[in-house]
């Protein structure tokens, strides 16, 4: 190996160490995987796995596309062996179980106990309806061996209006079913929440009254029993980014662990449900490449105050001060028809092994190069899970990027910025197809 190589090794191993504001431990495993994929000359691998064990979900969100995508086959979902042998398939460090709706999948605690034993960090990307059912779950299979921390526990959740008098008995009956694991606090894992924004604009999105809040009630739940909590949320033409920020602000107070933010992709599938469904105009709902960053001109000022999960360099391009291609081979998708080619977000095919859609996607046809969608379908991407990892990998790397990215992932990890209290975060609800429903701010603040 040449110096220069050594150094631009050195380089890459830095920055992929510095990958995201982590804890260490899960720093330093991605670092590893990467850094011996780097070593071996592998020119494409995964970083995450998107794992759609099912399409079944319980919401009907205005801009979801998998659900209208897969319309035709909601009832089907994956065995819990496919699901952990795509994970070994591809070796992803970081596994995103997606759906649908994962809580639904009625192999999920067996599928992240699994993930969990293969090292994997796991995401649960859920809309939190059923979070505090599964953590009431996980509380009641420790009764027989932490009676004290239970008690504690339930005396706390109680306090705070978390679980009821009625939930706390149940709970400390002990588990339904002793052999069936359960989802505990684990630094390998985050409960991953879907947050749109306050409450009137989230529930408007997610088309159901009272989803906010009780997100609210599981992100607190699960900071009380010791889970991490990431976020994530999708910004739309219609999102008020000042708004965006006073949710961080009020989630930040809440000792949420860390967010990730897109912008919103105009699936043909959702477009198509828009105009058929709500009569509304998906050119109304969706952001081009122009809007996005004209949506993200504050990202880079957000990066230092919350802990965003991702890399300056994609901030950057989200703020239209670089230019990156899609590296979508890096965060395949794999679901029930098996694995999605190009991306999670278009679909051209469904390939029977990772190495398959790796061999057989014509890459070169996707992204957008110099401004010039290679694909017209690409023309207004810009989402982390094919631009992220252009970052993250170091691949259109300029100078200093290296030493921007270790300087961000090691500086501090931001501190709540106790704006939390000034938030009105629960603004009015919504219902149905977004209609208000009459209810006022401030009745529904009190009702929280
Ligand atoms: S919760 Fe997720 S999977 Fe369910 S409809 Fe909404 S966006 Fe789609
Ligand atoms: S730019 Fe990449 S991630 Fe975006 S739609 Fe095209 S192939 Fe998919």
């Not at 977000?345 to 057989?360: I, V």
């Amino acid at each position: 190996m040449s110096f220069d190589t050594s150094v631009d090794t050195l380089a890459n191993v830095i920055t992929i160490v510095a990958l995201m504001r982590f804890p260490l431990p899960l720093t330093t495993k991605i670092a590893g995987y990467m850094i011996a994929q780097k070593l071996r000359g592998t020119k494409k691998f995964a970083t995450v796995l998107q794992l759609e064990p099912l399409h079944t979900c319980n919401l009907t969100c205005t801009g979801c596309g998998r659900i209208r995508e897969y319309s035709t086959s909601l009832k089907d979902m994956m065995s819990l062996e496919d699901c952990l042998g795509a994970a070994e398939e591809c070796n992803a460090p970081m596994i995103s179980i997606c759906g649908g709706e994962p809580l639904i999948y009625p192999h999920i605690e067996a599928l992240v106990k699994g993930l969990l034993e293969q090292k994997r960090i796991v995401y649960i990307c859920t809309n939190a309806m059923f979070m505090r059912k599964k953590m009431r779950e996980w509380l009641a299979s420790r009764v027989s061996t932490q009676k004290e921390f239970v008690e504690s526990k339930i005396t706390a959740l109680v306090q705070a209006g978390l679980i009821s008098e009625k939930d706390a008995t149940e709970i400390r009956k002990g588990p339904k079913d002793p052999a069936k694991p359960t989802i505990g606090p684990s630094t390998w894992m985050y409960w991953n929440v879907h947050l749109d924004g306050l409450e009137r604009i989230h529930d408007l999105i997610v088309e159901r009254e009272g989803v906010f809040k009780e997100c609210i009630l599981a992100i607190k739940m699960a900071k009380i029993l010791g889970y991490q909590v990431a976020t994530n949320t999708t910004i739309y033409k219609e999102t008020d980014m000042q708004e965006v920020e006073q949710m961080f602000d009020y989630l930040s107070d809440l000792g949420v662990d860390g967010h990730t933010i897109s912008p919103g992709y105009e699936y043909d599938a959702a477009k198509k449900d828009m105009v058929k469904r709500l009569n509304l105009q998906p050119e109304n709902f969706f952001l081009t490449r122009k809007m996005t960053i004209e949506k993200f001109q504050k990202i880079e000022e957000w990066m230092q105050r919350y802990n965003l999960f991702g890399t300056p360099v994609y901030f950057e391009f989200l703020a239209g001060k670089r230019d990156l291609t899609c590296s979508a081979w890096a965060i395949p998708t794999r679901n029930i028809r098996g694995w999605k080619g190009p991306c999670y977000l278009m679909t051209d095919a469904h390939y029977s092994s990772y190495a398959e859609l790796l061999e057989k996607t014509q890459w070169e046809r996707y992204g957008v190069v110099n401004g010039v969608a290679r694909d017209s379908r690409c023309e207004n991407c810009m989402v982390h899970c094919g631009y992220e990892p252009t970052a993250s990998l170091g691949l259109q790397a300029q100078r200093g990027d290296t030493w921007k990215t270790v300087k961000f992932n090691f500086g501090p990890k931001p501190k709540p910025t106790g704006l939390g209290s000034e938030v009105l975060a629960f603004n009015g609800v919504t219902s149905g197809n977004g209609h208000l429903t009459g209810k006022r701010a401030e009745a529904s603040a009190q009702a929280s």
